[in-house]
């Protein structure tokens, strides 16, 4: 089935900083999406991209869809301590294919935010 | 709204035992999802229903595992007998007319543990 890489597998840095992190894959996807885990908590959405090459913003943070659609990158600028968790990016499977409708979510980026 | 509601939160069970988990989603959607989350496998959906009717249920892993949506305020995810490599966090989210558009919304999560 379709699968999502996701890089770095954690992050550690210093508040204030600046973080990036990507997910690739090798089959297309109509849809990127980026969400948010907290502890104990189910993911959260943050970002949503439907078209190839769409940059969009949610306050601090900026994702973009991969022109090829088999990509996309999540930044985070001057983190903060509550930026804490784990981040999944999202691929929705195509029309006609074995995973249309399914939210194929890639394997996480845990980010710690030192104050 | 008060989001997808799952219950119990957390169940420990005895392997051999029956495990029902309990969703509702937010009222007027008519997707809903199940997910597990485990370290290994990261997070994998099991099965979905569109206006109460499983669509896809590919990812359930075995026979012992079943899901009912009755009504579109009530789902359940049912296995029976449980086992020890079941231990996982079991999500249910829901969604607007929208395995086109990702965007969904996850209960917290039930923490099954099969001792």
């Known amino acids: 089935g379709q699968q999502l890489n996701q890089s770095p597998q954690s992050m550690f840095i210093q508040e204030g900083e600046d973080v990036s992190m990507n997910c690739t894959s090798s089959s297309i996807f109509n849809t990127w999406l980026w969400y948010k885990q907290d502890p104990g908590e189910g993911p959260v959405l943050l970002i949503a991209?439907?078209?190839?090459?769409e940059l969009t913003s949610n306050g601090r943070l900026t994702a973009q869809f991969g022109i090829t659609r088999k990509d996309s990158f999540l930044n985070i600028s001057a983190s903060i301590p509550s930026d804490v968790g784990i981040y999944f990016c999202?691929?929705?499977?195509?029309?006609?294919?074995?995973?249309?409708?399914?939210?194929?979510f890639g394997q996480g980026t845990i980010l710690t935010v030192h104050p | 709204d008060a989001g997808v509601i799952q219950s119990p939160r957390h169940e420990v069970t005895e392997m051999g035992q029956e495990v029902t988990l309990r969703c509702k989603p937010i009222?007027?959607?008519?997707?809903l999802f199940w997910y597990r989350q485990t370290m290994m496998r990261g997070l994998e959906l099991l099965i979905y229903f569109n206006n109460n009717v499983p669509i896809d249920d590919s990812g359930m892993p075995e026979d012992r595992f079943s899901a009912k949506m009755p009504n579109a305020s009530f789902s359940t995810l049912k296995i029976q007998p449980s086992e020890p490599r079941d231990s996982a966090v079991y999500f249910c989210?829901?969604?607007?007319?929208?395995?086109?558009?990702?965007?969904?919304?996850f209960g917290s999560g039930t923490r099954l543990t099969v001792v």
């Open positions: 999202a691929g929705l499977g195509n029309a006609g294919g074995t995973s249309y409708g399914k939210l194929t």
């Open positions: 991209l439907y078209k190839a090459g």
């Open positions: 989210a829901s969604s607007l007319g929208a395995t086109l558009h990702g965007r969904y919304t």
């Open positions: 009222s007027g959607h008519d997707y």
